[in-house]
Structure formats: C-alpha cells, structure tokens
C-alpha cells in the first residue's frame, strides 16, 4: 500500500461520528481506526506497543524528585524557569533577569517542566497501548501515573502552578502568566482517564479523587492572578488558556464554564488574532515567528477538535473557516523551503517547526477536504507509518 492511500484512508476515517467520552481524543475515530485493515493500523500499533513495552521498566516520574524546590519550599509545588529569561550581565547577581526572546536559558533545564512532560508522554503511550490491545498490563501501569501524580500524598502535584515559568527576580520569585502554558501537557489526563476507565484496574473512588483535583486546579486557572492575566493574553497564551479551562470545565461537569468557553473561542481568540490573509500578527513579531505561528494554530486546530465532539461546528460561521483555512495557506508555501524563504524571523528549530506544519495539515484536512492538504502533507512529512499521531488524529 503506498503511502498516500494509508494516509487518504486514514482521513476518511476522521469523519465518524464523535465519542460523548472524548475531550480532545476522537474515540470513536479511534475506535474505527482500531478496526481498519491490518495494512492500514499495524505499523501505528506495533510502534505504540514497542514504545510502551520499552518503559514497561521505567520508573514514574514524579514531582517530589526534583532537586530544585518552589520558593515555596513545598517539593509538592510544581517548579519551572521562563526559559527565556537570563540573568542580567550588568547586575553582580543578575537580578531581575532579562529578557532574550527565542533563546532558551539552559538554567531552565531539569526541571518540573521536563518531569510533566515525561509523565505527558508516558501516560499518552500507555493509554493508546491499552486502548488498541486491551492489555491490562498497559492499563495498570496508566493509573499508576495518575495515581502518582493525582492522588498519592506522598507524590501528587499540587494543582496549581503558582510557582511555574519563574522570572528570577520579579513578582516576588512567583510564577508569571505564561507559565500556565506548560499546563497544557495536563490536557490529554481527561482522556486518558476515560479510556482507562474501561480497565480492571480503574476505581470509581480514583476517578473521582483525579476529578476533583481537576475542579481544585480549574478554580485556581479561574482565580488566580497568573490566571486572570493569561485569560486575557492576545496571543497563544490566551488560546492555550481558554482550550485548558474549557477541558477541565467538561472533565469536571462544571457546564457553566464550559459553555462559556466553548461558546466564546471564536469571538475571543481567532477573530482577534487570525488576520482575513491568515497573519498572526502576535506571533510574527517572535524571534520564532513561524514556530510560535505553528504552535498557535495547532491549538487552535485542537479546540476544533475539542468543540466538534461536543457537537459545535466552529466553521459554520463563513468568516471563522476563512480566517482558520487562510491561516493554514500563509504558513504552508514554506513547507520544504529554506528558513531564508521566510519572510520573519525563525532563528531556530526550522526543521522541527516544519514538520509541526505537516501535522497541521492533516488534521485541517477534516475541516477542508476540498484543499490539497493531504497532498502537502504526503510531500514534506517526514512521520513514519508508526507514529503515534495516526492514532490520535
């Protein structure tokens, strides 16, 4: 089978009816996928399984491990450093730091944002595993992350992230608005607890503690001052923020909310920042402007997603799909194309940005199957049969 036909079989298997358990995960999509021809599945699965097999081993990343605690003093407070901010030459102790937009401080490194991402990561190829095997073994080692991360005192998360993108320096040493960004690994738990609900291993009470650690953090999104501040961010910040409250709003049956963030993405976030010729201006004043571009526009693509299993039909407004399809046109003629054909700034990861561009344009071909897309895609990505993404999107 060639390449192009999996990946139009695929497609069309995106149409399908959504799951009232999903959030961002399509599992009747997933469902159809799990059921398609040996041909079509088996490279996506049997990588899946490789890869969760490999961690079989592994241990839980957990909170509690780091090295570096929140000024907090609390091992139980997620900590992390704005990756671009850089102690100041000109002070003997380089306090407040300052600003170097795009280039990433290696002080940030190993901390709780690489161990949330971990977990992210683990978690994900656990809960594919189980769902295209029904392995137990795959399902028991999914709530042992949750538990872990959700319920256990000894190692839970705090839900909040006071102290998360620190600018050394101000606020008093708290955390900054933009750190509610590395909240958005937290996204895929709604989904994975659904599937791992099916388990012998899952227990109404676990699931009911993990939700109400959810409406705990959601509350604190809501009221918080780095919350407020990133609600009303105009650039992916805010669209990160409005995906994140409208999730955990439906994960924890809090429907005002939900609705309301639902209800109000258009309005809110793409009116305002796509342009009618598909600009994000917030974003092309970045040193990373296609990257940041990219990243805007996946989570965007993402509340789609999100809205559609809920049954809104965020495109059935004709000035909405134009400005998210013109989005999609501005940023794919530079697929394939060296960073000096980019007309902004991009001073790294051109490559890896790329690709992430690829991803865009096979999810956007549900929502505009007339557009070429899909041939785009098949003439730039560089993702093998077994990538995990086919059994998500």
């Not at 109400?212 to 604190?220: I, K, M, P, R």
Request: hydrophobic letters at 35%; glycine letters at 4%; a neutral charge.
């Amino acid at each position: 089978m060639t390449r192009r036909l999996l990946i139009l079989l695929l497609s069309g298997l995106m149409i399908l009816p959504a799951s009232a358990a999903s959030y961002l995960w399509d599992t009747a999509r997933m469902a159809a996928y799990r059921e398609a021809p040996d041909e079509v599945r088996e490279p996506a699965v049997k990588g899946i399984i490789r890869d969760a097999d490999k961690m079989l081993p592994s241990p839980i990343p957990v909170i509690t491990d780091k090295k570096r605690v929140a000024p907090s003093g609390d091992k139980h407070d997620y900590f992390s450093m704005a990756r671009y901010w850089w102690p100041d030459p000109k002070k003997p102790d380089g306090l407040p730091y300052i600003r170097q937009d795009g280039k990433r401080n290696p002080e940030t490194e190993g901390m709780d944002r690489e161990t949330l991402g971990a977990m992210e990561k683990m978690l994900t190829v656990y809960a594919l595993a189980y769902f295209y095997t029904d392995k137990e073994t795959y399902a028991e080692k999914g709530w042992e992350i949750l538990h872990a991360w959700f319920i256990d005192k000894k190692t839970r998360m705090n839900p909040s992230l006071q102290y998360s993108q620190v600018r050394m320096g101000h606020n008093g040493n708290q955390g900054s608005n933009s750190g509610l960004l590395d909240g958005y690994s937290l996204l895929i738990v709604p989904d994975a607890v659904e599937i791992l609900s099916a388990s012998k291993s899952a227990k109404t009470k676990d699931i009911e503690t993990i939700k109400q650690w959810f409406a705990n953090y959601l509350d604190w999104m809501l009221s918080s001052p780095q919350g407020r501040k990133e609600d009303i961010a105009p650039n992916n910040h805010g669209t990160a923020y409005h995906i994140q409250v409208a999730v955990y709003a439906l994960f924890t049956d809090n429907d005002s909310v939900a609705q309301q963030y639902l209800h109000s993405f258009a309005d809110r976030r793409i009116l305002p920042q796509l342009e009618p010729d598909g600009r994000q201006p917030k974003e092309l004043v970045r040193t990373r402007a296609y990257g940041y571009s990219c990243y805007n526009l996946k989570h965007i693509l993402d509340m789609m997603d999100i809205c559609r299993l809920q049954g809104i039909d965020l495109l059935a407004d004709a000035e909405i799909a134009s400005r998210v399809e013109k989005a999609v046109d501005f940023l794919s003629p530079y697929l394939g194309k060296p960073v000096s054909a980019w007309p902004f700034l991009q001073i790294a990861d051109w490559e890896k940005e790329q690709q992430n561009m690829c991803w865009i344009l096979y999810r956007a071909n549900t929502y505009f199957p007339d557009k070429d897309y899909l041939s785009l895609y098949n003439t730039n990505s560089k993702a093998k049969p077994s990538s995990r993404n086919y059994l998500i999107y």
